[in-house]
Each structure stands twice: as C-alpha cells, then as structure tokens.
C-alpha cells in the first residue's frame, strides 16, 4: 500500500497544486470584492506570498493521507472539510477575515453526512447552535473581542463535529490561541489591546479532529 502511495505522489503533487490554484483565485476574488473589510488591504500580496506552496504541500499532505479510504463518501467528505479549514486558515491569518459566503458553503456541505447517517443531526443542531450562542455572549461580554466570523464559523464546525468534539476543539483553540497571543505580545508584534485572529486555533484541530 505505502509503495502505491509513494508511486501516485506526483499525481497527488500536481491535483494540489491546481487545488492550491484555484483556491487562491477564489480567495483573491473575495478579497478584491471584499476590501473594506480587510485588516491589510495595502499588504494583500506581501501576507500571501507563501499561500500557494503551503497550500500545494497541505493539499498533497491530504491526498497522501486520505488516498487510504477505502469509503469514496469518507474521502470526499474529509477532503471537503479540510479544503474549506485550510482556506479559513489562510484568509483569517492573511486578513484576519473569514468570509461568510466560505462558511455558507461550508454550512451547506455539512448536510451530507447527516445524509449519510454517518452524524446524528440532533447533536451536531445543538452543537451549532450551543457553540454559536456561547460565543455570541462571549463576544459581548468581551466587547468584540471574539468577531463576528468566529461565532460564524464555531456555529459551522458544531455542524460538522457534535458536541462533544467541538468543546475540545474550543478548548484546544483557546489554549493554542493563548498560547501564540502571549508569545507575540512579549516578541512585541501586538499589544493586549490589539484584535487576535483566533479563527486558525480553531480550525487547525477541527481539521485534525475530522481528519484523522
């Protein structure tokens, strides 16, 4: 099996790289219909000028990993969620944005293994919406310091994960994003009053959760 894996890698490598193509286009697109709401409208080139091999090296990573389904629906489903974390990845740590129509087709695709009865609907409805009202109130009671893209994107990941999964992902998200938000403040890239995008802290173990 490993030997036929290793053999389909430069298959995988240029899949990717077209994936990473196409992503990038569309990312360029929102961000060009979407410029007033960027953190670095001026910087657009300079914060992705390593998105496309990261993306390329993710999506081979991926292909590799996944190519060992056995289950079409379970690679399609898998690769779909990491295609949509990877890309919120990217736009969050890019522009510190994660646009609602990326969550929206997201949201819409997590409707298939519901379809499948590979998730409980009841769990992962209670999931979004526990997750999304929980951070609603959290964003309010610290004055917006969880955005409006975070709410959106726990209340898409409850869709995907259920309960139980998202609370670890939320508590894994928020001790890495502590983590990373204390070492850029005492390396003095940002202060304590300064937005921190947590969006990749999140979706970084939702992946992994998912995936593996």
């Known amino acids: 099996m490993y030997f036929l894996i290793i053999a389909q890698i430069p298959l995988f490598f240029w899949l990717s790289y077209l994936m990473a193509f196409l992503s ?42 996944l190519s060992q389904m056995t289950s079409i629906v379970i690679f399609t489903l898998r690769f779909i969620v990491a295609a ?60 917006g310091g969880i955005g409006g893209g975070d709410i959106k994107l726990i209340f898409t990941l409850g869709l995907w994960l259920g309960i139980i999964n998202l609370i670890l992902v939320i508590l894994i998200g928020f001790s890495l994003g502590g983590i990373a938000a204390i070492f850029l403040c005492l390396a003095r890239q940002k202060n304590r009053k300064a937005y921190f995008a947590y969006g990749p802290y999140f979706a970084l173990p939702a992946l992994l959760f998912y995936i593996l």
């Open 24 to 65: 990038s286009i569309w990312i360029d697109t929102l961000y060009r219909k979407n410029c007033a709401i960027l953190s670095f409208p001026d910087r657009q080139f300079e914060r992705a000028k390593f998105r496309q091999i990261l993306l390329t090296i993710a999506f081979t990573t991926l292909f590799c990993y």
């Open 84 to 143: 949509f974390l990877l890309l919120i990845i990217c736009t969050d740590f890019e522009q510190q944005v994660i646009f609602d129509k990326m969550l929206l087709y997201f949201a819409c695709f997590s409707l298939l293994p519901i379809f499948f009865q590979l998730s409980n609907a009841i769990d992962c409805v209670i999931a979004a919406f526990g997750g999304g009202l929980c951070f609603f109130l959290l964003s309010v009671l610290t004055h």
